[in-house]
């Protein structure tokens, strides 16, 4: 497969390439066999990388800093790992050169350089090229002397010549002049301001070009390349009359951060980043993938007669709905909806539009999450805008900077300590400490060990069968005795049991006691509590079935107090039910016998 890509970018002149974008179904009836590949152009980025930092290192000291003996090793294994035997001949004339410059000590020595500087005219072949002052004149003398993968630096103007080694270009000040140049190496890295305006640029139909950084795009062609990467350049001809770029190969991938302003033929085009095509002509390829973003903006076809369904690029083997969501139309008829782009067939085409903006709702942000702030978006093609007529596009969610906590003043407390909550009602607590209780047992918090917590105004209605149930913070290990009037309780008249202390007294042992109010006194480590509680006789008149009823409502409000489990709530409502249809009942029961007598 790999062999038919490169047959494929062989094939790919420049003649063909307007036959295949005119008649594109010739090339789709084979498109499937060309998956996207977007990895090729990996290992030629590392070694650019380290050229430059190469170059750069250099250009600092003005001096070479590596011995000629590591250089040596070094152009040896590179020699070998390219596999190239073209270049062992002046290998072996560097190695005999660099051998009688360290014997003798001469200036004049050439020697094989990983940077190499070339002047044009106003330099002289004779010199070494090894630094900034002493360029060679030309490229072909730059080429012989330095490694493979090593830097070519453009000092002053020259005339292009083949590229015969995998090496960086890189100007300081000078340019290739040449209107075509021809790569025969591997591959060949080009950086910013390296060409003269408008270039034809070309391989052997199996190497690759990479445009690391090149801004300033004066080329009118690049092709006969296998694979061209852009990498934050722009690639683009600097003639405004005729401002497209013609561009062939078998794979193109741009990097991020690049812009290609004309039309292009290729087999697979991937996208990372986010990137941008200014179409100006055809475009047509096998297959394409886009992560990230890809702009697509159709410079000179815009206006006020814009229409509806320009082609935009054809994809041989259509495009996914993945990739059609990472690619947008950029230009000020789409801002307001007018235009998006739609697939027809396997082609992106423009389509009129009419944004339907609906509201999305605010998120609140919380203490320790950010909001979201409200906007518009259109249902259909999913643009978000800040307003509801869609005049201010936001390419993304607006966010709103999470509260923060807000701790309050004082102490919050249950029965296991207390802390600091916080005032926008998180749960958060600053501070949580075990409560310290004086000798009254009272926290500093407020918290009071046998406050009551349930039964403060608790009535036995004689005759019931229920006791009465009070229950108090603390534990039942401080629990000591129990006093009513100020008589202590024999403990057979009352149940203690811990959650938190709940003290229940028997019905026998009310049944004793007056109408009327009475104390309740509990005795405890830190002191004495007390709660009041009432005895009430049966209503005279009122039968069984309303002392029952009173009984109902004693059961009710102690579920209530005790309101811990799921379904005290299911039981209330049964048990209000039982006391209504009772007094409805009974209520009834009494007219229908007054009418009767
Ligand atoms: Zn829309
Ligand atoms: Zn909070
Ligand atoms: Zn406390």
């Known amino acids: 497969m790999k062999q038919r890509k490169v047959l494929l970018g062989c094939a790919l002149s420049l003649s063909l390439i307007t036959a295949l974008a005119s008649a594109p179904s010739t090339v789709m009836a084979q498109g499937d066999e060309y998956a996207v590949e977007c990895t090729a152009e990996e290992d030629i980025k590392v070694e650019l990388e380290e ?12 001096a070479e800093t590596e011995s000629v003996a590591e250089e040596s090793v070094k152009d040896a294994v590179e020699e070998d790992a390219a596999g190239e035997t073209e270049v062992e001949e002046s290998e072996e004339e560097s190695e005999t050169e660099s051998e009688s410059e360290a014997e003798t000590g001469e200036e004049s020595g050439k020697r094989m350089l990983d940077v190499i500087y070339v002047g044009g005219e106003a330099a002289s072949d004779e010199n070494t090229g090894a630094a900034a002052e002493t360029p060679v004149a030309t490229l072909a003398e730059a080429l012989n002397w330095v490694n493979e993968g090593g830097t070519i630096v453009l000092t002053g103007d020259v005339d292009g010549s083949e590229i015969t080694k995998s090496v960086t270009l890189q100007s300081q000040g000078g340019v290739i002049t040449s209107s075509s140049v021809y790569v025969s190496s591997a591959y060949i890295v080009v950086t910013n301001g390296v060409f003269a305006n408008g270039v034809a640029f070309s391989g052997n139909g199996s190497n690759s070009v990479t445009f690391s950084g090149a801004m300033d795009g004066n080329y009118n062609s690049i092709s006969g390349f296998a694979t061209v990467t852009i990498d934050a350049s722009v690639l683009r001809t600097s003639n405004p009359n005729s401002p497209d770029i013609f561009l062939s190969c078998s794979n193109l991938n741009l990097n991020g951060g690049s812009v290609i302003s004309g039309a292009f033929s290729t087999g697979s085009l991937c996208c990372s980043g986010q990137n941008q095509i200014i179409n100006l002509g055809n475009i047509f390829m096998d297959s394409l993938s886009v992560d990230g973003e890809l702009i697509v903006t159709i410079s000179g076809k815009f206006g006020d007669d814009m229409e509806a369904g320009i082609t935009v690029l054809t994809v041989a083997n259509g495009i996914s709905a993945d990739t059609l969501a990472n690619i947008t139309l950029n230009s000020l008829n789409s801002r307001n909806g007018l235009f998006i782009l739609k697939l027809d067939g396997n082609s992106l085409v423009t389509a009129a539009h009419n944004h339907t903006l609906v509201l999305v709702d605010e998120v609140k942000p919380t203490c320790t999450e950010d909001g979201i702030a409200a906007y518009y978006t259109c249902s259909d093609c999913g643009v978000m805008y800040n307003d509801a007529e869609g005049n201010y596009p936001i390419g993304m969610t607006i966010p709103i900077e999470k509260l923060g906590h807000e701790w309050a003043d004082t102490l919050s407390y249950d029965e296991t300590g207390h802390w600091y909550g916080c005032n926008h009602g998180c749960d958060e607590k600053m501070s949580f400490e075990e409560h310290t209780l004086n000798e009254r047992g009272v926290c500093k918090c407020g918290y009071e060990v046998f406050a009551v917590l349930e039964g403060k105004a608790e009535t036995y209605t004689v005759g019931s069968e229920e006791g009465l149930r009070f229950r108090f913070a603390g534990s039942v290990e401080d629990f000591k005795a129990l006093y009513v009037d100020g008589n202590l309780v024999d403990p057979a008249d009352y149940k203690v049991e811990s959650g938190s202390v709940i003290i229940t007294l028997s019905k026998d042992f009310l049944k004793k006691l007056s109408i009327g109010d009475h104390t309740l006194t509990v005795e405890h480590t830190y002191g004495k509590t007390e709660v009041g509680f009432k005895v009430a006789e049966v209503k005279p008149g009122t039968g ?51 009418k009767r007598r």
């Open 51 to 62: 050229s430059v930092y190469v170059a750069e290192a250099e250009a600092e000291t003005g």
């Open 544 to 594: 069984a079935s309303e002392n029952k009823s009173e009984t109902g409502k004693k059961e009710e409000s102690k579920k209530l107090d005790t309101a811990k489990t799921g379904d005290t709530v299911n039981l209330i409502m049964l048990l209000s039910m039982t006391v209504f249809f009772g007094l409805t009942a009974l209520v009834a029961g009494v007219e229908f016998l007054r």
